[in-house]
């Protein structure tokens, strides 16, 4: 069979055998991880940012490839999860642009679109990197290319193209070192390949005749299951009154001050140095923590909230006296969402490792706020570029806060004031959480070696900053291993945030090891109610 065109019901065609066959093949391509972590999902991302642009390009009723591949850029744009995702989606739109106007496309044609859907990937990443997905874009285009001036037989040139790519694939172990130790190759680099592969079958064989066969379901229901979940924690308030304030001082026993204040409440956080230190805390008696802080310093920027009016006002529609700014971020769990929420964020979007939330889920946060102003907290590195791609299409200003874990949106929240400008807060929030060290213990899924380390399947592991550290059989050493690492210096604050495996029991009696391990540390636990990680922990 030879193809010496291809007009927009081909283009539809082949899209729906691409996403038939990454939805198969999505599971593989998560496990493609560096660190054998439990939540590897750059298959799932793509498959669910291609499966919205080929959504998106089925109801175009013309056969005209430019407004079929313009659909199907305009899907994957707004349906964009991970960087995977949003590359992916950027492949697409370059891919668009350049079939713009046309009924069909011939070999010289798709030859232009891919080079300039590689043009646009590489432009879409601030610092591009060799031997990941844009690596092999590059190489496609280049393959189409010169095979383009050679053949005029689509099927003939787009074979010959994926086995350069599969070749390509395979050597990016050579180009990135990290790959090579971890003995895999790049996870969107493959799951580019499959796209190519997806559409080979769908020209050759009876794939060209399926529908979309939707994989989708189990997302979904996973969402819903989250969803599901949340629970209102208006009527289940221990405490009123958010209670926030700086003090101004001279030698302020940061130490002293958070043994004073802890039994006035929970969700204490006493941040900065002995000069001036923030204090948050939630408490049926503010005056009397202000008193407290008084004893060490002037005050400053004062502000008591009460959580119950606050929970009263979130289920009516958000709404902040006096201020055009909003706050969304993104987080997992029923206690970091509590938290969240009680530090100024208007709209908590469920999402994390493992469910990325799409570009589109955090425009339609963004745009549904009353609010002229949003700052965006993407609290994880695979949700920054889908953050970043919805501010641009969002129809009012937005500040992306390039937080890569909660523990740094938290410290970023610290900086927040509602009554200050767009500006002024991305300016002291981007300066706020940087110096705060991220710790995670999860569970091993693979055997793996990385970082010098030998690690076992179900063996307990700690990362630092995204760094495999540590790892071993039992939960609390692994835990007081990390923290002895991150650490250094004595008078940190170490936060620990349990997730959903951890019961509180279990949690309170690691706690209390750590306190007699580390004396000169302070300790402060809360519920995160994650999934996945067994602990988050935040260094200041």
């Known amino acids: 069979m030879k193809i010496y065109s291809f007009d927009g019901e081909d283009l539809k065609m082949m899209l729906v055998g ?4 990454l939805a198969k093949s999505k599971a593989e391509i998560d496990a493609l991880n560096v660190f054998p972590v439990p939540d590897g999902d750059t298959g799932t991302n793509m498959y669910l940012t291609l499966l919205a642009g080929v ?37 697409l739109k370059g891919f668009a642009d350049a079939l713009s106007g046309q009924a069909c ?39 189409f290319e010169n095979l383009a001036q050679r053949y005029s037989d689509l099927v003939r040139i787009t074979v010959h193209a994926y086995k350069q790519a599969q070749a390509v694939l395979d050597r990016t172990p050579e180009q990135l070192p990290v790959l090579k130790q971890s003995g895999v190759v790049d996870a969107g680099g493959q799951g580019l390949v499959t796209i190519l592969h997806g559409i080979i079958r769908a020209l050759k064989d009876a794939a060209a005749q399926q529908d979309i066969e939707l994989f989708d379901l189990a997302a979904s229901q996973q969402k819903e299951f989250v969803e599901t979940r949340a629970k209102d924690y208006a009527a289940e308030l221990k405490y009123t ?49 202000m008193e407290c802080g008084l004893k060490y310093g002037a005050l400053q920027n004062v502000k008591i909230s009460n959580m119950e009016e606050q929970g009263q006002e979130m289920r009516s529609g958000p709404k902040k006296n006096g201020s055009e700014l909003g706050v969304v971020a993104v987080a997992m769990g029923e206690g970091l969402n509590t938290i969240l929420q009680s530090m100024g964020v208007d709209t908590v979007i469920s999402g994390g490792q493992t469910m990325n939330p799409s570009s589109e889920d955090i425009l339609e946060a963004v745009n549904n706020l009353p609010f002229g102003n949003i700052i965006v907290l993407p609290n994880n590195k695979n949700i920054i570029m889908a953050a970043e791609q919805a501010a641009k299409m969002a129809d009012k200003p937005v500040a992306v806060i390039p937080t890569e874990s909660i523990p740094q949106g938290i410290a970023a929240l610290l900086s927040l004031n509602p009554m200050e400008g767009l500006e002024e807060n991305e300016e002291k929030m981007n300066s706020s959480y940087q110096d705060v060290v991220t710790g995670e213990i999860t569970r091993a899924v693979r055997d793996s070696q990385a970082e010098g380390l030998e690690v076992k399947e179900g063996q307990f592991i700690g990362l630092a900053d ?14 007081g291993e990390l923290i002895g690492l991150m650490a250094e210096e004595e008078g940190s604050l170490v936060t620990l945030f349990f997730g959903a495996d951890v019961s509180s029991g279990k949690a309170d009696g690691i706690l209390e090891a750590l306190e007699e391990q580390y004396p000169d540390i302070d300790f402060e636990l809360y519920y995160g109610g994650q999934p996945l990680y067994h602990f988050l922990i935040s260094v200041d």
């Open 18 to 21: 691409s996403v038939n066959l």
């Open 55 to 91: 959504k998106e390009a089925r109801q175009v009723e013309g056969a005209a490839i430019g407004e079929v591949a313009e659909a199907a850029a305009r899907g994957c744009l707004y349906g964009a999860r991970g960087n995977s995702g949003v590359i992916l989606s950027q492949i």
């Open 105 to 143: 496309a011939g070999a010289e044609d798709v030859a232009r679109a891919f080079r300039m859907a590689s043009d646009a990937a590489f432009q879409a990443v601030a610092d591009p990197v060799e031997g990941t997905i844009l690596t092999v874009c590059r190489e496609i285009a280049a393959a």
């Open 241 to 289: 009154y958010c209670t926030e304030f700086i003090i101004l001082g001279n030698q302020i026993p940061m130490g002293i001050l958070r043994e004073e204040l802890a039994p006035y409440g929970d969700c204490l956080l006493v941040v900065g140095d002995n000069s001036a230190a923030k204090v948050h805390i939630h408490s049926n008696h503010p005056g009397l923590v």
């Open 466 to 479: 995204g760094r495999l550290s540590v790892c071993g059989s039992e939960l609390a050493p692994v835990t």
